[in-house]
Antibody
Framework: EVRLLESGGGLVQPGGSLRLSCEAS????????MTWVRQAPGKGLEWLCL????????YYADSVKGRFTISRDNSKNTLYLQMNSLRVEDTALYFC????????????WGQGTQVTVSS | DTQMTQSPFSLSASVGDRVTITCQAS??????LNWYQHKAGKAPRLLIY???SLETGVPSKFSGSGSGTHFTLTISSLQPEDTATYYC?????????FGQGTRLEIK
């Protein structure tokens, strides 16, 4: 059974930093690209970034490019999201998800971790 | 960026009804379109990938169609548990983008 467990969320002041983690189990982590998606209060899903499995090539949405960094440790089956220069509008529930091997869809998701940016 | 526009924004239907949600892409995305169901407080769930392929374990009451710029998600035999927000998502181009969502309420 695939399991994705996010952690690391919390309350942080504007301009601060936070690192989210996503521990994966139940599949061969290195084989799969992984992604972060968020949902701000009252808003829809927003794709943030994606990292490929073995070559670590990463892609970002314009809204987080230069502030957020996606990374992974394949030896620990863990995905990360380093978030710097946080803004109030980054307040959201952050999900990690696994990409299908054969399509650009996300077939397994975690339950999310809440990030609140407020002074 | 490829903009994804869903309609309607929200809809209300009765048990047993069939509904269709539309997703329009701002440019040709071939068949690189997914549909997700998202219930409040839960993880999103993949329903349809590649525009019309049913994800494993998803009931056949969900179906998708379309290609190019126009896509639809149809849900038949509505039940109270279908209450959720439904999103389309394209993966032809980076950045990946979601539609704004369609909120479905079952009366």
């Amino acid at each position: 059974e695939v399991r994705l467990l996010e952690s690391g969320g919390g309350l942080v002041q504007p301009g601060g930093s936070l690192r989210l983690s996503c521990e994966a189990s139940g599949f061969t982590f290195i084989n799969y690209a992984m992604t972060w998606v968020r949902q701000a209060p009252g808003k829809g899903l927003e794709w943030l970034c994606l990292i490929r499995g073995s070559n670590f090539k990463a892609y970002y949405a314009d809204s987080v490019k230069g502030r957020f960094t996606i990374s992974r440790d394949n030896s620990k089956n863990t995905l990360y999201l380093q978030m710097n220069s946080l803004r109030v509008e980054d307040t959201a529930l952050y999900f990690c998800a696994k990409k299908r091997l054969d399509a650009g869809s996300f077939d397994d998701w975690g339950q999310g971790t809440q990030v609140t940016v407020s002074s | 960026d490829t903009q994804m526009t869903q309609s309607p924004f929200s809809l209300s239907a009765s048990v047993g009804d069939r509904v269709t949600i539309t997703c329009q892409a701002s440019q040709d995305i071939r068949s690189y379109l997914n549909w997700y169901q998202h219930k409040a407080g839960k993880a999103p769930r993949l329903l349809i990938y590649d525009a019309s392929s049913l994800e494993t374990g998803v009931p056949s009451k969900f179906s998708g169609s379309g290609s190019g710029t126009h896509f639809t998600l149809t849900i038949s035999s509505l039940q109270p548990e279908d209450t959720a927000t439904y999103y389309c998502q394209q993966y032809e181009n980076m950045p990946l983008t979601f539609g704004q969502g369609t909120r479905l309420e079952i009366k």
